[in-house]
């Protein structure tokens, strides 16, 4: 099954240079982060540079705002700012 796997980030279907400039938004002890090298990948490539820029931006804030101290990709993945909304 992993033969079948398409690496976004290391195909030419996303922009490097484009993928590196999101990168540089996410935190430096974040950036080896596989998974959300991946996902910024996927999300670049349905939704193109500036609308991922605003997302990645704005979900960097709401983990801010948070008080989020682990991986991002779990604060994405998991939809944290909406499970906090419903819990208030």
């Known amino acids: 099954m992993s033969d ?3 690496r976004l980030e290391e195909q030419a279907l996303v922009d490097s240079e484009e993928l590196e ?3 540089r938004l996410v935190p430096a002890e ?3 982060d596989i998974r959300l090298k991946r996902f ?3 999300r670049l ?3 193109g540079l500036v609308a991922t ?5 704005n979900k960097l804030m ?4 948070a008080a989020f101290r682990g991986p991002l ?5 998991e939809n944290q700012s909406e499970k906090d909304a419903f819990e208030q």
């Open 4 to 6: 079948r796997i398409i």
């Open 21 to 23: 400039q999101l990168m």
């Open 30 to 32: 974040q950036h080896d």
């Open 40 to 42: 910024l990948a996927f």
């Open 45 to 47: 490539k349905l939704d």
């Open 53 to 57: 820029q605003v997302y990645l931006s």
């Open 62 to 65: 709401e983990a801010e705002k």
């Open 73 to 77: 990709y779990d604060f994405f993945s």
